[in-house]
């Protein structure tokens, strides 16, 4: 997992929590970068699993709603450091669809080792809009919070479904309704 996620997942928690969080979950992970992370670089994704269940454990948050949160919490990073890819969008459905198509295309090729999710997007009509997501990272909560970020990024009104479409999270089907 890129270091982009964890240098921005350690500022959250400082940010809504505090320094001595990040000091907690970073002391009671075992984790072989020691806790260092240099946004270019790349680390095991079980760092991120053993923070964010630290983390759970320390403010006593639910997993899924912490993952949530942090994908709020990207959401205005990814926007100040690529604005290119939401200019180029007029429309929420039309930025949803270019993450697969577009956005993470461009990342795969800026860095070689990142992991990125599979997103297959359907226009059902006008106003509704299906996304799946598959990734064995099972991160669909923080696709959640990135999603949710997305839509009010485009003032769109909207209300969302979710459906596991296997049990372990690895595939997850977002159904998503313009009002
Ligand atoms: C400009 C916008 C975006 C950029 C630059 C970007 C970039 C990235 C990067 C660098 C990673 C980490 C890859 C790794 O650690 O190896 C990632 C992961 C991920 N991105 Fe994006 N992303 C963007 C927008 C979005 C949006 C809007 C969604 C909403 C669904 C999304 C969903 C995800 C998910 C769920 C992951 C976690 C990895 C996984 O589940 O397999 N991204 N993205």
Do not use: W
């Not at 997942?9 to 000091?23: A, G, I, P, Q």
């Not at 979950?25 to 946004?39: A, D, F, H, M, Q």
């Not at 454990?57 to 990073?77: D, H, Q």
């Not at 949710?148 to 990024?153: A, G």
Request: hydrophobic letters at 35%; one cysteine or more.
């Amino acid at each position: 997992m890129k270091g982009i996620v964890f240098t921005e997942f350690l500022e959250m928690v400082e940010e809504k929590f505090s320094y001595e969080v990040v000091d907690y979950i970073i002391e009671s992970s075992e984790l072989k970068s020691k806790g260092i992370y240099t946004s270019v670089g790349t680390y095991e994704y079980d760092e991120m699993l053993q923070l964010v269940t630290n983390l759970s454990k320390k403010t006593n948050s639910e997993v899924p709603f912490l993952l949530k949160t942090f994908g709020k919490y990207i959401f205005s990073t990814f926007h100040k450091s690529y604005p290119a890819f939401f200019n180029r969008c007029g429309d929420a459905f039309t930025f949803l669809e270019s993450i697969d198509k577009h956005i993470h295309v461009e990342v795969k090729k800026l860095y070689d080792d990142a992991r990125l999710p599979v997103f297959q997007t359907t226009r059902i009509d006008d106003s509704n809009f299906e996304m799946i997501y598959t990734s064995e990272r099972k991160m669909s909560d923080f696709a959640e919070g990135l999603i949710e970020e997305s839509m009010s990024y485009y003032k769109t009104d909207f209300s969302m479904n979710k459906v596991m479409l296997k049990p372990d999270g690895s595939q997850v089907k977002f159904m998503i309704t313009q009002k």
